[in-house]
């Protein structure tokens, strides 16, 4: 069964001819490669819907900050309390809460002994851009051991996909640390609301973790990517660098803002 996703490579993709997407991704259409290194191609989501898929490189990552660690005594939490406080005014009209259940698998746990403290600090550092821009606030339902089985980013997607269907709406966030996850991040993206939506993103510390799930988030929420010279986190130059979108992204996620509830 075919899993629809946009990846972050561990790896450099060279442009060339069109070729068929990675194991895993057996049903996928012709790829089309791009000027920045990502390709992309068109299938059908476990749901039957038509989706467009993005594969992308991933980028260089510079160390963690002292402060972002959980166990570090300067660590600070995000609360939604800041989100609220963050909000522009006319951001999105009333506030959408969204419930968030966070996943974390085998390898992750075992890499990370505070993993929920640092997972939640993770998801609430992520969230302050839907929380300014657009008045979405996501709000952590629960944390939930999960069991990763696959042997590529689209099988483990797969994995937190069958092993998370007793949740109820919201997103679902899935953490890895599993050696065969060969992606930054990974995220079903919609064209209309699923009621639940479903990502990975491998440990890269809090710091980049919390970019590349505010990225795959907003593929969620039904964003494509951006490219130069239009300056957005969904442009993946700036991906793990600011936390804003542009006018047509932030207007789309305003139009999706009641998705995943």
């Known amino acids: 069964m075919k899993f ?4 972050l ?10 070729a068929f997407a990675q194991e895993g991704d057996r049903n996928a259409g012709e790829v089309e490669r791009h000027s920045d290194g990502s390709y992309s191609y068109r299938t059908i989501d476990p749901q039957g819907n038509d989706v467009r898929v993005v594969v992308e490189p991933r980028m260089p990552l510079l160390p963690d900050m ?11 939490l995000e609360t939604d309390e800041m989100d609220v406080s ?28 505070n993993w929920t403290r640092k997972v939640g600090g993770i998801i609430e550092k992520a ?13 952590i339902a629960g944390y939930y051991e999960w069991t ?15 092993d998370s269907n007793f949740v109820g709406d919201g997103l679902v966030m899935g953490f890895t640390a599993d050696p065969n996850f ?36 907003g593929h969620n929420y039904s964003c494509s990517h951006d490219f130069d010279p239009v300056v957005c986190l969904m442009n993946y130059t700036y991906a793990y660098s600011i ?10 996620i305003n139009s999706h803002r009641t998705w995943f509830q």
């Open 243 to 252: 936390d804003y979108f542009d006018s047509a992204h932030e207007s789309e």
């Open 9 to 18: 490579f561990t790896c450099f993709l060279l442009l060339g001819i069109s």
């Open 127 to 139: 969230d302050n851009a839907y929380g300014r821009d657009q008045n979405i606030n996501w709000v």
């Open 182 to 217: 060969e992606a930054g991040g990974i995220a079903y993206v919609y064209n209309s609301n699923p009621g639940t939506g479903v990502s990975v993103c491998v440990d890269q510390g809090s710091t980049w973790t919390a970019y590349a799930l505010r990225h795959e988030a």
């Open 148 to 162: 990763s089985n696959g042997n590529s980013a689209s099988q483990i997607l797969s994995d937190l996909s069958g």
């Open 66 to 76: 002292p402060e972002d660690n959980p166990d570090h005594p300067d660590y600070k």
């Open 4 to 7: 629809s996703h946009y990846t």
């Open 86 to 113: 963050r909000a522009k005014p006319g951001s999105g009209g009333g506030q959408i809460t969204v419930n968030v259940y966070a996943f974390a698998d085998e390898e992750y746990r075992a890499s990370n002994g």
